[in-house]
């Protein structure tokens, strides 16, 4: 059975969640869906000033209308 762990909420998840929530409504309006997991990923990203690194296509439609830094990865030549 696996024990069940306890995460001390201090605020700062729920804004960040809350913020996830502000994305997704955003971005809803303007018919762009996504995942919850996504905009979480943007909501963190966006409050902690750190770019997003993926591959995934999505973010680079999402930055058009949120607040977001992708990474630029480096082209390196063979």
Excluded: W
């Excluded at 000033?49 to 977001?68: A, E, G, Q």
């Amino acid at each position: 059975m696996n024990p069940i762990i306890i995460i001390k909420n201090n605020g700062r998840l729920n804004k960040d969640f809350e913020l996830a929530a502000e994305y997704s409504n955003t971005l809803r309006s303007k018919d762009i869906q996504g995942s919850n997991t996504d905009f979480l990923i943007c909501a963190v990203s966006t409050k902690n000033n750190m770019p997003i690194f993926s591959i995934d296509n999505d973010f680079n439609l999402y930055k058009k209308h949120i607040p977001i830094a992708l990474h630029a990865p480096r082209v390196t030549k063979k």
